[in-house]
């Protein structure tokens, strides 16, 4: 509703200052509307549609087998939003800010995370379940052969496809290193792309059955399987190769409980060679700071849904501190990049 009148007539306007307006029920709605939109627009395939060519609602309907008011109706709703734009002729495109992202052809496109985003729904609608009983969704139990598995780690992919040629270039791997265990590592394209840069490294990527299934396509895909291989297991319980240079744990530990993590990094510091490193990427709480409204409530909602969906949270770098020193770790230094928003990159040393 904010952002309906932001445009709106001065009358509007100040309504909405004087708390006239209901916000919090056009919030209900329109977030819900706002992400539907978007989500339905890349599964029918109306997004690559109109990346491919400008077209008219009818054309689009034509093309994709689509009912031709519903289209019409979503079309209307992508340009409202600004994600496509209408021409004097009535045919409808990608908006140029939008392409760079939701064209299937795009090497940054993250179009299959938006994807995966519509099996949140039913998750965020049974929140009050969470609230009520402590009970999370947790979304990685599920059969080895549910297509949820190639949502999900597609998706993923997409958002690492932005930061792992950065991620290989910054992280500092040990002379000589020849070997990465990367713990959780789905779709394997962190362990790809230090493949790329490091010629004589090869990477083990252990995963759960389902994600380490989509991960084999995609590494085969690359043609780096004779660089990559998959590993099958739990990263909770399954025994670590040892003799490695270095271990990943990217986006793993906001899916573990408290007591688990310190577990896992012991078992990380025995497979590792002596002066072996341990890199550790992943969201982390920082106190709210003042004047940030929006980041703070990205913070929020993000701890909220680890919660949900794993029954975990999102730890504190200084957590990870006291867990990396007390499994036998050098305290951690922090690697800056500016390609993994949201995220924090951690190295730290195995002690000699």
């Known amino acids: 509703m904010r952002l309906a009148l932001r445009g709106g007539t001065l009358l509007e306007r100040i309504a909405l200052r004087a708390n006239l307006v209901p916000t919090p029920a056009a919030e209900a709605w329109g977030g819900v ?29 034509r093309d994709l087998c689509l009912a031709p008011t519903p289209t019409r109706l979503l079309l209307d709703c992508l340009v ?19 392409r760079r992202w939701l064209d299937p052809e795009s090497e940054v496109g993250v179009a299959r995370f938006v994807n995966a985003c519509g099996d949140y729904f039913d998750w965020w609608r049974d929140l009050d379940g969470l609230i009520e009983t402590g009970a999370s969704v947790e979304h990685h139990d599920r059969g080895a052969e549910d297509p949820y598995w190639r949502r999900y780690i597609m998706g993923q992919l997409d958002l690492a496809r932005l930061s792992a040629p950065e991620v290989a270039r910054r992280l500092a791997l040990p002379e000589r290193a020849a ?82 993590i310190p577990v896992l990094f012991a078992r990380a510091a025995a497979a590792l060679k002596p002066g072996g490193t341990l ?21 929020t909602h ?51």
Request: hydrophobic share 45%; glycine share 8%.
């Open 33 to 61: 509307a706002a992400s539907g939109v978007l989500v339905a627009a890349v599964r029918t395939g109306v997004v690559a549609r109109l990346a491919s060519a400008p077209a008219t609602p009818e054309e689009i309907a």
């Open 80 to 98: 409202a939003a600004g994600h496509a734009r209408r021409s004097r002729d009535g045919r409808v495109r990608l908006a140029r800010r939008d």
């Open 179 to 260: 070997s990465v265990l990367d713990v959780g590592g789905g779709h394997g394209w962190y362990s790809a792309m230090l493949c790329r840069r490091h010629p004589g490294l090869t990477a083990t990527v252990l995963d759960l059955p389902g994600s380490a299934r989509v991960g084999r396509e995609v590494i085969e895909a690359a043609g780096l399987a004779h660089q990559v291989t998959f590993l099958e297991g739990d990263a909770r319980t399954a025994e670590f190769p040892d003799g490695q240079d270095a271990v990943l744990c990217f986006n793993l530990l906001h899916h573990l409980t408290e007591a688990e």
């Open 279 to 299: 890199a550790v990427l992943d969201a982390f709480a920082d106190p709210p700071r003042p004047g940030r409204t929006r980041a703070n409530a990205a913070a």
């Open 302 to 352: 993000l701890a909220l849904f680890v919660r949900l969906t794993s029954g975990s949270t999102v730890y504190t770098a200084e957590e990870l501190r006291t867990w990396l020193t007390a499994a036998g770790f050098d305290p951690p230094r922090r690697v800056r990049s500016a390609r993994i928003p949201g995220l924090a990159l951690y190295q730290a040393c195995k002690r000699w």
